[in-house]
């Protein structure tokens, strides 16, 4: 049984006890499935073997290194989203030319360490952002390879915090402004345009909003054809949702033929940038019962020792992720309010849940955690960021370890 499941009563990880990992570990703590990271992304890369196509792990879904490593291992690129995410990717071994740049805001230096390093592609956002990699090219005697990400309007209808389609949102360059650009390049010899790309947001839970964006680069591909202007790949972008809730959402399989029925005839290759779908489901935080409280006439508080700091989506986006105990009993369930331990009313890791009558000291597995759960923590409340640990095929390792104030303080003085 790959993944989390339960065996006599005990929830496991790819076969090792939660609860062993816990004592030995400490709570909380992030337990990352192996086997369910090569399953999703083998689903993926088969679901698109019609088409050639490269997989470029988008690495703020989480960089662990050792999870960039196994990536890297199945035959990953990597999407970076900011030099420190560039230089994270190159010690898991990722070379220059596997590595897509993005992100809305790069600073002139990331830029210029972007350029000397000649990544597959630098995504570029705006009319201004291709002028500094030109200049910086023109400057240093290299010839930029761009991608420039597009704005198509469309509405991802996932969270308006991770929806980045629209006009309103700040990312891409505006289709009105697109054609304009492009044939600006016919005369700037310090950059080389590879790609067009885009993405409209995460956690896309149907499949119309990237069909409609393969749909737009299918066709600015064809028009830039016809213009004479031959490109290498076409960037499609991440999002793939996946099932918090266990509630039914389209699967790889359904985002590719979603994606390639738009393809159909166009003769490049196509980049993919999927987070969350590979490590969404691979991971789980592991928490401890510390204290229980009424609440109201019909509910409690149970509040454990991870929140906002260790796992900030759910006060974030109001995400919702499955709560489940560790060592599940047969006790009569109560209506809890499972909240963490940070000082702000936020601190909600699950509302109303129905959960077996908890008591302290008990552990629970908050699901699906293993994108951006570790890489959005904080050190709020001069909480330590939390341990990972990575199991593969029954054994587990910790693969970064729990950070200690002294690790906070070091940088103070
Ligand atoms: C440009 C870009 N590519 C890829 C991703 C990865 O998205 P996801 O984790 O939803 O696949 C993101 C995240 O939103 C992104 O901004």
Redesign the pocket.
């Known amino acids: 049984m790959i993944g989390f499941s339960l065996s006599h009563d005990e929830l496991l990880c790819d076969g090792a006890s939660l609860t062993a990992i816990a004592e030995a570990v400490g709570t909380p703590v992030y337990v990352y499935s192996s086997a369910v990271m090569r399953a999703r992304y083998r689903e993926l890369d088969e679901a698109f073997a019609d088409h050639p196509h490269a997989i470029h792990y988008?690495l703020?879904?989480n960089s662990t290194l050792a999870i960039a490593r196994l990536l890297r291992g199945l035959g990953s690129g990597a999407?970076a989203n900011s030099i420190w995410e560039i230089e994270v990717a190159r010690r898991a071994g990722f070379v220059p030319a596997d590595i897509v740049f993005?992100g809305v805001g790069k600073s002139l230096p990331e830029l210029e360490c972007a350029v000397a390093l000649g990544v597959k592609a630098i995504n570029v956002e705006s009319s201004g952002e291709l002028a500094r990699v030109e200049a910086i090219a023109d400057r240093t005697g290299a010839v930029a390879r761009v991608a420039i990400r597009l704005n198509p309007d469309i509405d991802a209808r996932s969270h308006p915090h991770?929806s980045?389609g629209l006009k309103v949102n700040k990312f891409g360059v505006a289709l009105g402004e697109a054609a304009a650009l492009f044939a600006s390049l016919d005369h700037r010899k310090a950059l080389e345009l590879v790609a067009i790309h885009v993405?409209v947001g995460?956690?896309i839970t149907s499949v119309e909003p990237i069909q409609r964006s393969a749909a737009l680069v299918a066709r600015v591909a064809a028009a830039l054809k016809q213009l004479g202007r031959r490109l290498e790949y076409l960037d499609v972008?991440?999002?793939?949702g996946i099932s918090y809730d266990g509630g039914e959402v389209p699967t790889l399989t359904d985002y590719a033929a979603a994606i390639l029925g738009e393809l159909r005839g166009i003769d490049l290759p196509i980049v993919l940038?999927?987070?969350?779908?590979l490590v969404g489901p691979a991971g789980a935080l592991v928490a401890r019962v510390i204290d229980l409280k009424r609440r109201d006439g019909s509910s409690e508080f149970a509040v454990i020792d991870a929140g906002m700091t260790e796992l900030m989506r759910p006060a974030l986006y109001n995400a919702f992720h499955r709560i489940e105990p560790v060592q599940p009993r047969s006790r009569p369930e109560r209506q809890y309010e499972v909240v963490g331990p940070v000082c702000e009313s936020t601190d909600v890791v699950g509302r109303d849940r129905r959960l077996p009558r908890l008591e302290v000291g008990d552990l629970v597995a908050i699901r699906d955690a293993g994108?951006y759960g570790s890489a959005m923590a904080s050190n709020y409340n001069r909480r330590p960021m939390p341990p990972e640990v990575l199991v593969d095929d029954g054994a587990w390792r910790i693969i970064r370890r729990r950070q200690t104030l002294d690790d906070l303080l070091a940088m103070e003085s």
């Open positions: 988008a703020k879904a999407d993005t991770i980045t993405h995460s956690q972008g991440g999002g793939f940038e999927p987070g969350r779908s994108a």
